[in-house]
Nanobody
Framework: QVHLVESGGGLVQPGGSLRLSCAAS????????MGWYRQVPGKQRELVAA???????SYADSVKDRFTISRDNAKNTVYLQMISLKAEDTAVYYC?????????WGQGTQVTVAS
């Protein structure tokens, strides 16, 4: 069975930090490009950060220099380190694994940035 399980979300004050984790099982993790998306009510899900099978990273302009995506293929886990968090980063964050037309999604983890 395919699983993607996110963790690490929560409530943090503006300027704070969080690290999200996404553990994968049931498929060959290292062969998939991985990404973190986020969604707020009434808006489309947006890509925040992505990391390819070879480790190439890309980021949305809104999070560049604040968020870092990484992966550990030995642990089948992808991470999103977030610093200098802002209120507008508040969203449900989803982990995604993609290979060609195959897309796997996690259940999401809530990140709330508020004082």
């Amino acid at each position: 069975q395919v699983h993607l399980v996110e963790s690490g979300g929560g409530l943090v004050q503006p300027g704070g930090s969080l690290r999200l984790s996404c553990a994968a099982s049931g498929w060959i993790f290292r062969k998939f490009n991985m990404g973190w998306y986020r969604q707020v009510p009434g808006k489309q899900r947006e890509l925040v950060a992505a990391i390819s099978t070879s480790g190439i990273r890309s980021y949305a302009d809104s999070v560049k220099d604040r968020f870092t995506i990484s992966r550990d293929n030995a642990k089948n886990t992808v991470y999103l380190q977030m610093i200098s968090l802002k209120a507008e980063d508040t969203a449900v964050y989803y982990c995604n694994g993609k290979q060609g037309s195959i897309n796997y999604w996690g259940q999401g983890t809530q990140v709330t940035v508020a004082s």
